[in-house]
């Protein structure tokens, strides 16, 4: 009965009208901002302006029978403080949206910051993101007796991409291998297929797909042994990352006007540019893929709050901040993030608190991938510029004195 009450539930809600005019902010109470008094009254201001009722985040366990297919061994649920950051306006590829941001995090001050950066993005008329990129790589390597053999085994793979394709459509209907490049390193040939996935993550359809394609190789070139990861980038920030990316790839920035940048931030478009070319004097010492402030720690929130496999945030933190002073003064702001490996379909996406938090962002479900990777894009793009600024001012100890569990109130 449980189940079926929870099924019922989701189809009204996902059904529920949306706000056509602008976004509330989130209130707060000066006194005992964690009540439950407070909780209340932001989701019953949810409920009224998005529609969305936010029963499981606030009660309702969900059937241990939902964790099938996600855990093994499962013994409940482990419980995170979710917060709401925004409202965050985007220009996306599927029009402009303002939306509340599900965060989980038990890291005090985090959601306050991404909050202020996005009111420096409303100021700015809001971020514009864009997918730039999709496909998801795998790398089998394959070992012959000598230079020769893998190089003559590299003419036949190339030619083999059209068969390649389609034993790899007899195995899916949402995924498709869209590129095969290949390469000699000494006597092994490492060959890179890439596909598309549709709204999943299809890390599991493109291993299946990639083990099919590897088997064939592996026979019809004479291998003498081959390895499924190869060149494993899986989970792990990576150079290539950085050029190639994986998974969708990202572009997000804005323009804030330099009275906006000085009345929330206390700073100007001069110092934080300075700043930033000190930060990429330390970037390159330290050799990092990851030349954002703080883009770990916004996406970690929201990947665990919709959903995502969290263990790919090496890969999806990778990326570049760019700050620059426009010819009018004010601050042009970007960030690129090449490798966010993300889904709104299969996984954790479609269970639990997690379909809340996607219904939230008007991603959950078939058709949302992009838009979530975008909106991730521009929420980046909030929590570095007021990071930068905390830097820029020297106010970051004071926030988390105030805020963060060094002195929890």
Known sequence: METKRTTRHARRTKRAPRSTGPLPRLPRDAHDDHSEAAARARRELVRAATGVELDLVARSPVPLESARGNCESLVGFAQVPLGLAGPLAVDTTAGRREVYVPMATNEGALV???????????????????VVREGLTQAPIFVYADAERALAARA???????AFAKLVAGTTRHGKLVRVRADVVGRRLVVELTFTTGDAIGINMAARATELVAA???????????????????KRANSRATYEGRGRSVVCDATIPRDALAALARTTPEDLRALWHTY???????????????????????????????AYLPECATGFLDLDV????????????????????????????????????GCAGDGGANTFA?????????????????????????????????RPR
């Not at 306050?112 to 864009?130: F, N």
């Open 326 to 361: 426009s010819a009018d003064g004010a601050l042009y702001a970007s960030v690129t993030l090449p490798s966010l490996l993300v889904g709104t379909v299969g996984g954790g996406s479609q269970k639990g608190t997690a379909v809340e938090g996607l219904r939230l962002l």
């Open 216 to 234: 064939r190789i592996a026979k019809t070139t004479g291998a003498l042994e081959h390895a499924l990861h190869g060149q494993d980038v899986e």
């Open 156 to 162: 036949r793979v190339l030619r083999g991409e059209k």
């Open 112 to 130: 306050a910051s991404h909050t202020r950066g996005m009111r420096l993005l409303a100021a700015a008329g809001g971020a514009r993101s864009r």
């Open 280 to 310: 990429q004097v330390g970037f390159a010492r330290l050799g990092t893929q990851n030349q954002c402030v703080q883009s770990a720690n916004g996406l970690a929130a929201v990947l665990l709050a919709c959903g995502q496999d969290v």
């Open 374 to 406: 975008e909106l991730l894009g521009a929420v980046v793009l909030a929590g570095d510029l007021s990071l930068m600024a905390a830097f820029a001012t020297h106010e970051f100890v004071a926030a988390h004195e105030k805020l963060g569990r060094n």
